[in-house]
């Protein structure tokens, strides 16, 4: 069984330009979470979805992020106009229903903004 | 909110010698999870040790072992054995089943030492 599968593994994007980072979770898994690791912190909580539906944003910027899990394809985490300050690792991770522990995370996205 | 703290920055341990890395958390859940990760340089998420708060013994998976103290809700990591593939950041999480999300602390960067 593939694990939870995030591309691009390195993504480079100049100051104003669009980011979109994808997650596939484990075949089978309906939710999804976005965390992103600034360097030497720990993860920060993002995003929760639900396939279609948004269920916690609560760690999401209020403006340039978004996120969504379509009926069908991957999980995109979009961040528009990008600043030096989104350079970071994005993580994804997914789980079958809320209740299930653990996650299953991806290998993780870096982004660079230059 | 939940909030779980790492109050070790940084450690090291000596190669077959033993090491426990600290973490407490703050919660008014009943029902909730723990976890240790360990993250190599390679950036993958790796668990380590789950704790269900309900369940009194602690872990136990082969070298690594908990110490689950839950009226002072603190969940430290023991090492036994300390190899050189054990060097990694080390991350206390702590998953809140009602609201299905993970909490992490700020890590633990752990250096074994030949």
């Known amino acids: 069984n593939a694990g939870v599968m995030q591309n691009p593994r390195h993504l480079v994007r100049r100051r104003g330009q669009e980011a979109r980072l994808r997650c596939s979770p484990v075949?089978?898994?309906?939710?999804v979470y976005w965390y992103r690791q600034l360097p030497e912190e720990g993860l920060k909580f993002m995003v929760y979805?639900?396939?279609?539906?948004?269920?916690?944003e609560s760690g999401m910027p209020k403006e340039r992020f978004s996120a969504e899990f379509p009926k069908e394809g991957p999980s995109i985490l979009r961040i528009q106009q990008v600043v030096r300050g989104d350079s970071a690792a994005y993580f994804c991770?997914?789980?079958?229903?809320?209740?299930?522990?653990?996650?299953?995370f991806g290998n993780g996205t870096r982004l660079t903004v230059t | 909110a939940q909030t779980v703290t790492q109050s070790q920055p940084e450690m090291s341990v000596q190669e077959a010698e033993t090491v426990t890395l600290s973490c407490t958390y703050d919660?008014?859940?009943?029902?909730?999870?723990l976890f240790w990760y360990k993250q190599p340089p390679s950036r993958q998420m790796i668990l380590v040790i789950r704790?269900?708060?309900?369940?009194?013994q602690n872990a136990t998976e082969n070298r690594f072992s908990v110490n689950f103290q839950k009226a002072a809700k603190s969940f430290s990591l023991k090492i036994s054995d300390s190899q050189l593939g054990d060097t990694a950041m080390y991350f206390c999480?702590?998953?809140?089943?009602?609201?299905?999300?993970?909490?992490f602390g700020d890590g633990t960067t752990l250096t074994v030492k030949p």
């Open positions: 991770a997914s789980s079958p229903d809320r209740q299930f522990t653990p996650l299953h």
């Open positions: 075949k089978g898994h309906s939710h």
């Open positions: 979805l639900q396939k279609e539906n948004i269920i916690d």
């Open positions: 919660t008014s859940e009943n029902n909730y999870y």
């Open positions: 704790q269900e708060a309900y369940k009194q």
């Open positions: 999480a702590f998953y809140n089943t009602n609201a299905g999300k993970s909490t």
